[in-house]
């Protein structure tokens, strides 16, 4: 149990679908990151709310739109993939401003584009 | 730029010493990770260091950090099975706020019996 909660484990999904990844941390942070994770490739940062607000967007297409309504809360709303989306999108959270901050990550959500 | 470096496999007996080895780019990181995942799941925190130390040991992991070579490494005493799993080195670049992390592509660790 890392403290860092993601649903669904697992979707799949075709190219004109619209579906939402959650992520859930119960650990007091009040940073939350998307992170991507293909096969032969590093993790690749998406998005960084801190407080609420974004303030990283890694040059994302716009067919992935995140939401953090609270410091608690980070989704991932998704709509009209392409199937080199496939991949394993990992939420983390930290806690800005400790001195290490170290980030805490959710077991991923599973993402298969037909 | 910033870019982490790791061999892609290494492979250990049981009951031996697991040495992963990284290299960085930039300088100015102020925090070195490493993180562990096992299949299906996500990434497990294992142990990080600050960029002022040079050493740091937790159990039977023991943390290097050689700052002027930007290597760092990862060393598992009494390698086990349960060790078996992907180890990522990460960078965390010196800001004052909330900071992605720059990751290397992972190690697999594989244990032979």
């Known amino acids: 149990e890392t403290g860092v909660t993601q649903t669904p484990r697992h979707l799949v999904m075709g190219m004109t679908n619209k579906k939402s990844l959650k992520c859930e941390q119960h650990?007091?942070?009040?940073?939350m990151y998307w992170y991507k994770q293909s096969a032969k490739k590093p993790l690749e940062l998406m998005f960084v709310?801190?407080?609420?607000?974004?303030?990283e967007n890694n040059s994302v297409p716009s067919r992935f739109s995140p939401e953090c309504p609270n410091s608690s809360h980070l989704f991932l709303h998704l709509h009209t993939l392409q199937p080199e989306d496939s991949a394993l999108y990992l939420c983390?959270?930290?806690?800005?401003?400790?001195?290490?901050?170290?980030?805490?990550f959710g077991d991923g959500t599973r993402l298969s584009i037909l | 730029g910033e870019d982490v470096e790791q061999s892609l496999f290494l492979s250990v007996r049981e009951g031996d010493s697991s040495v992963i080895n990284c290299t960085y780019t930039?300088?100015?990181?102020?925090?070195l990770y490493w993180y562990k995942q096992e299949p299906g799941a996500g990434l497990q925190l294992l142990t990080y260091?600050?960029?002022?130390?040079d050493m740091k040991q937790d159990q039977r992991l023991t943390v290097l950090l050689n700052k002027k070579d930007k290597h760092l490494s990862l060393r598992i005493a009494d390698t086990q099975t349960g060790d078996s799993a992907i180890y990522f080195c990460?960078?965390?670049?010196?800001?004052?706020?909330?900071?992605?992390?720059?990751f290397g592509k992972g190690t697999h660790l594989i244990i032979q019996p």
């Open positions: 983390a959270s930290s806690q800005q401003g400790a001195e290490d901050q170290p980030q805490h």
């Open positions: 650990l007091g942070h009040n940073a």
């Open positions: 709310y801190n407080f609420k607000e974004q303030t």
């Open positions: 930039d300088s100015s990181s102020t925090y």
């Open positions: 260091i600050f960029s002022n130390m």
């Open positions: 990460a960078e965390r670049a010196p800001g004052g706020g909330a900071d992605g992390l720059t």
